[in-house]
């Protein structure tokens, strides 16, 4: 079945990069997203990547893509206080619909 | 900037009362979602709409709960008898075709 896995919880200090990681298990997905969600808000869109593509890199944000190991990572680089809040992974399921299966997100805490 | 909007942002109720949500997504979004994240856990997909058609309500629990997209275009959840445990964020969103969804802010439900 479908399910994404990720670590709950990431302390980082400001100004260092943070690495957030996800495991899918749906080798069929077609997208693999990044969405964050601050406190008492709905989610936001970040970054997301084509399963045919290993990396893509936007701005402070880096993605990798292992489908050997259906592993995705999110690399934040020069953490700020601002990046504090819960970002979590989904993958499309096929099926024609875009229906998106989410994991159950990593907090991420940014201190001076 | 479109969004999607929702209403009411917050609802309090006793249980066994009947309560409703409203999601009106971006223009011309044919898809329509609802999602509802449980605290500390990722959103879990309740029912899909393409256009005015169900597409997927698999894990909507029928007995107490259903959706309705009328014309294609705003949708509303519905929950009646209000159960405890159905105290959660109700997340709405909207795609078009890209697989990028756009969340509205919410709508947190409690349950007495």
């Known amino acids: 079945g479908e399910d994404v896995e990720q670590s709950l919880f990431l302390s980082v200090r400001e100004g260092d990069s943070s690495v957030i990681n996800c495991t899918y298990t749906?080798?069929?997905?077609?997208?693999l997203y990044w969405y964050k969600q601050e406190p008492g808000a709905g989610l936001q869109l970040l970054t997301y990547?084509?399963?045919?593509?290993d990396m893509k890199q936007d701005q402070r944000l880096t993605v990798l893509l292992n489908k050997k190991d259906k592993h995705l990572s999110l690399r934040i680089a020069d953490t700020q206080t601002g990046d504090s809040a819960i970002y979590f992974c989904?993958?499309?399921?096929?099926?024609?619909?875009?229906?998106?299966?989410f994991g159950a997100g990593t907090r991420l805490a940014v201190h001076p | 900037e479109a969004e999607v909007a929702q209403s009411p942002r917050y609802k309090i109720t006793e249980k066994s009362q009947a309560v409703a949500f409203w999601c009106d997504p971006i223009?011309?979004?044919?898809?329509l979602y609802w999602y509802r994240q449980i605290l500390g856990q990722g959103p879990e997909l309740l029912v899909q709409?393409?256009?005015?058609?169900?597409?997927?309500d698999s894990q909507l629990p029928k007995d107490r709960f259903s959706a309705e997209r009328l014309k294609g275009v705003d949708s509303t959840l519905k929950i009646q008898p209000a159960e405890l445990g159905d105290s959660a964020m109700y997340l709405c969103?909207?795609?078009?075709?890209?697989?990028?969804?756009?969340f509205g802010e919410g709508s947190r439900l409690t349950v007495l």
């Open positions: 749906d080798s069929s997905s077609t997208y």
């Open positions: 709409f393409q256009d005015e058609s169900v597409v997927d």
């Open positions: 969103a909207s795609s078009w075709n890209t697989g990028e969804l756009f």
């Open positions: 990547i084509f399963s045919n593509m």
């Open positions: 223009s011309g979004h044919a898809t």
């Open positions: 989904a993958e499309s399921s096929p099926g024609g619909y875009n229906k998106l299966i």
